[in-house]
């Protein structure tokens, strides 16, 4: 659910509140009866704080979302960004930060729901209770009761991001950007030796300080600036092995390992896109189609840009020019 449905529902509370008691004395079918529990709830105070809570927690997580699955991002980015949304929320797990957050949703609460109450007590359930009819933890206010949940739900997304992104995964991807971007750079590097460890079955470890040390003047007459990203550096190695394949032979170590950098999923965006779409590519009227034209489909629709910048007529000509039977049977352009 994005933040703006949030805001929605917080933009228009007492009409959504009306609708729903009206639907709900309208008659005594199930959306009825949906309706009327819609609208007890949104008369509760806790559904406003916690529809407030949401909207400060989710909108900055929707930000972070998005500024992640760009295609082309780098582990070093993704960490920057999350650390920013991990200090601000850390940020926001004050006691001063909790009751101005609190004393707005009192005060925007008045006209919309009741006022805020301590929630029955209930007693601890026997099966985990030594100490029958003994009664839990009780809140000394409404305030102390909210600061908890308040707290909670911080401590969760935190704990969450960080679970999330603090991976030995990411580690290896830094590492391998930073030891790109070092030679690329003539910087001084080291091949990490976690990196050794888990690649080295894929890589010839000495092959590949060999051509790094050798990587900044390979590149240096396409580039004079600073290669500030592995997409920048990946981009110019492209445009000097184009012109010299030999370079390719000389750059393998290097090539192996740009491919391994950019099959480690720091962004699952492309791949969420290319699963969600084949259900329409490989629907019940393409049910034999072969693995390699599935495979051949999907990389199109990966890359539709490129896909769409082609010159229908150029491959035309080449698909009817590769034997005489094509151009017998199409004939000529």
């Known amino acids: 659910m994005r933040t703006c449905s ?33 609208s007890v709830l949104l ?14 927690l989710f909108s900055k997580a929707e930000q972070l979302a998005t500024a992640v699955q760009k295609v082309g991002v780098s582990a070093e980015d993704v960490m920057t960004a999350v650390n920013a949304i991990v200090q601000f929320y850390s940020s926001c797990r004050n006691d001063s930060e909790f009751n101005a957050f609190f004393s707005s949703v009192v005060e925007e609460s008045k006209g ?16 985990i209770d030594s100490d029958t009819g003994s009664i839990g933890y009780q809140h000394t206010d409404v305030e102390s009761f909210y600061r908890q949940q308040y707290y909670e739900a911080l401590d969760t997304v935190i704990s969450e991001l960080k679970r999330r992104f603090e991976q030995k995964g990411m580690g290896v991807a830094q590492e391998l950007e ?9 910087s001084t590097f080291s091949v990490p030796q976690s990196m050794i460890e888990i690649y080295s079955k894929d890589i010839d470890v000495r092959k590949l300080r060999n051509q790094l040390e050798l990587l900044p003047n390979v590149i240096l007459p396409a580039s004079c600036d600073k290669v500030a990203t592995v997409r920048q550096l990946a981009q110019l190695l492209d445009d000097v092995q184009a012109n010299s394949p030999t370079t ?42 072969t693995q390699k034209r599935l495979n051949n489909i999907m990389l199109m629709h990966c890359h539709r840009d490129r896909v769409d910048a082609l010159d229908l007529i150029t491959v035309a000509k080449t698909f009817i020019d590769a034997n005489d039977r094509r151009q017998k049977f199409f004939g000529s352009f």
Do not use: H, W
Not at 18 to 29: M, P, Q, R, V
Not at 251 to 275: D, G, W
């Open 6 to 38: 949030i805001d929605s529902v917080l933009k228009n509370y007492n009409n959504l509140s009306d609708a729903l008691e009206a639907i709900s004395t309208s008659g005594y079918d199930d959306g009825c009866r949906k309706a009327a529990g819609l």
């Open 43 to 56: 008369d509760k105070f806790s559904t406003l704080f916690g529809m407030k809570l949401a909207r400060l």
């Open 112 to 127: 919309k729901t009741e006022e805020p109450c301590l929630p029955r007590q209930k007693r601890v359930p026997r099966r």
């Open 178 to 186: 930073t030891l790109l971007l070092s030679a690329a750079n003539g």
């Open 248 to 289: 390719k032979v000389l750059m393998s170590e290097v090539n192996k390992l740009l491919q391994i950098y950019y099959t480690l999923p720091i962004t699952s965006a492309t791949a969420e896109r290319t699963f969600s779409a084949m259900r329409r590519l490989k629907n019940y009227m393409r049910a034999t189609m």
